[in-house]
């Protein structure tokens, strides 16, 4: 299916740009394929191809192309670009699209294009870019169909005829006061079965509130899902209507909030480029190896005071990774648990207080489990029973530790307003090597006094 | 806005149930919510509140609540109940949402139940039942609202306008021949727009191709963003027309392909339940804490080759958890990388050499960067240059197998059929770890032989 198409299409591109058949590239670029595949098709390929790819595209498709691809891709298509040929080539979209792309340019290069952009679509452009991007206002078209309410089924499906085309993923009419202000909705599907002599207020649909401008996009989405819907009408802080957003849009949301927890965790960006060019990738994981370098040292430096321990007993250095790990293991699965039911929207004040009782309740179960089959081991190992005792005790003690940094760790960073994917796994697995060695090697020095 | 709304309601819910005020809570529960978020309520509240809710949900509202529910919790609830119960619940409900609760059904109570029902019920849910939930097959509905193309606009408004409703996320009628074979779709925009004399087959759009029932569903997934679809024609092999999958359902498969990764990593299914009891969360990662420990012993027994050298330089026990970790660091990144990159539909053979390729030289550059640094500190601290060099040169060699491992565990195990989320994390951690521990003690044995 598309999956193996595409595999063909990627290798039949490959041959052709390897042999310079760019005829047959161009044809296949501009003719063959729809510009969303086109920019699949850029967006798996890597950076030289990439340029190559994107010269080949028709100036009649450029615009459709550059707003299917990836951010990073297009602030890095646009950089090279002079403010009249970002006009020239963002025209043609909605105004909505028109923005995103926009704001993917350096600050000098967006000035200079809004000033030589017309004066009308300059006003609904500086409108739209004074939305944050992660707001509805960010999200919303200002490609609304608007009707009066005190108007009969049948005058409205005349003036709608008018219409040389309704936008796309128009599934409702909005229909506002004579100041613009939101008064309900008018489904199609509504309109098309209703008696035409009915006026529109009748049948209107008033049970779905607008969403306010400034409501972020996370909730914008969870409303879409909890009401299923195609298309909502976008309103200011009065009532009056600015815009509308669709689903194809919210869409975009869910997907980049669900890959953000995933790419966070490994110290990534959402928009991460597959296929970016070595010195940028090099340069973003650097600061994250960085980061991470620090850890290690604490944890180094908390088995530096054991020294003397190690030195008489070296079965704790083969041994001690496995407590560290465990610890580290468990706690991240409270972590991701946690980070994923705030994404849903499960994790509140109210219930917290269950959850870490809960996951210190199945740390120490899972706890006393393994520990008892690790005690087992190092003692065979070791021939040394003081150890297994040691070793258990630690493992118990660091599981419990990792439920309850992985509870409270992403509670309090999002109350202090710290991205939990981000700073939550750095943070987890210093506290479970730290108390894992300090436990394990601490008890040790203890016993073998 | 919502967030703090339903915050609140949550807090008063719990309120009430301390006090057993149960007549508060079953009218905000029936009169204040909507069914979904009286599921999203349930969701999150701790298994004993969950019963008591269900239990205050009124008799109409049921199916719309369960409906929207989790997996796991349907299967909760349904299994308390008899094939009478389920079927009484469940027959208001659209054809593919009836579906998908059935398959939470244990085996011997689905059939049950397909027993008692009336037979064109029976025959339409086990055509359904016959195709794989993660199909375009299992994710579509069979509400659809189908027309001739010979017929013209205004018989089409006037044979639309003798239906009482049209199914919701309606976007386009169904153009299907006399033998229900799929011809083309007509938006309802365009509908609205058209001469009331010009004949359907003039105005069909023909450019989208219907969905074979066998299409994997994050293939849909895909269609449907790359075209921006509300909803689409699902046919046979024969191109005879079945039912339509709607966005609302393609929306559920987004989020839960997303979340997969994230959970999967962490050893975690995507349907978890954030509030299950312990038993059963105890359970579930015990399994993995298992699988875990596993990798753990094998890093312990290749610390266990190098106890003489550890004995000799103590120093090399605190400084070897650096290097497993930095190792196992930039191999996750990749890994993600790699991970989200096949969901995406980005990674295939003929960019994996490229990317292998950008993976080492950044694992490398990586590597000699945090080495240098590494070494210094190490030199410092333990006033011996031979234990910088060391552990420099460890470093280097475990980012690039880091790198390596992150970059083909991935495609190897997709292409051997193996979930790479769930399994490669393991994988990776036991390779950084043993090459880690093997590169920085093999070599300490050898400078202090």
Known sequence: MVQTESKTQLDKLNEALDSGEFRQIRFTL????????????IEKSPPKERQILWNLVS?????????????????????????????????????????????????????????????????????????????????????????????????????????????EMTDSLIVVSR???????????????????ITIREIMVTDIDPINASMPDDQVAILFEEHDLVSAPVVDDDGKLLGRITIDDVVDVIREDADHSLMSMAGLDEDEDTFAPVMKTTRRRAVWLGINLLTAFIASA??????????????????????ASMGGIAGSQTLTLVIRGQALGHVEKSNAGWLLNREMV???????????????????????????IIIALAIVINLVAGAIAGTLLPISLKAMGIDPALAGSVLLTTITDVVGFFAFLGLATIFYA
Request: charged fraction near 25%.
């Open 179 to 197: 100041k613009d202000s939101y008064i309900g909705l008018l489904p199609l599907t509504k309109l098309l079965v209703s008696d035409p002599a």
């Open 362 to 388: 199945v740390g120490a179960l899972n706890g006393i489990l393994w520990a008892v089959v690790i005690a087992v081991v190092a003692t065979i190992w070791f021939q040394d029973y003081n150890i297994g």
């Open 59 to 167: 100036q009649e498709l450029e615009p459709e192309v550059l707003q299917h691809l990836a951010d990073d891709i297009q602030a890095d298509i646009l950089s090279r670009m002079n403010s009249e040929e970002v006009l020239a080539l963002t025209e043609s979209l909605d105004s909505d699209d028109m923005v995103d792309l926009l704001q993917q340019l350096p600050n000098r290069v967006m000035k200079e294009t809004l000033r030589i952009m017309d004066k009308q679509n300059r006003r609904r452009v500086e409108q739209l870019l004074s939305y944050p991007e992660d707001t509805a206002g960010g999200l919303m078209n200002t490609d609304t169909t608007t009707i009066r309410p005190d108007i009969s089924v049948e005058t409205t499906l005349r003036y709608i005829r008018r219409h040389d085309e309704i936008p």
């Open 302 to 323: 908390v088995i530096g005071l054991f020294e003397d321990t190690i030195e008489k007993v070296v079965a704790l250095a083969v041994l001690m990774p496995i407590v």
């Open 30 to 41: 501009n003719h063959t394929l729809r510009p969303t595949e086109v920019a699949r098709l």
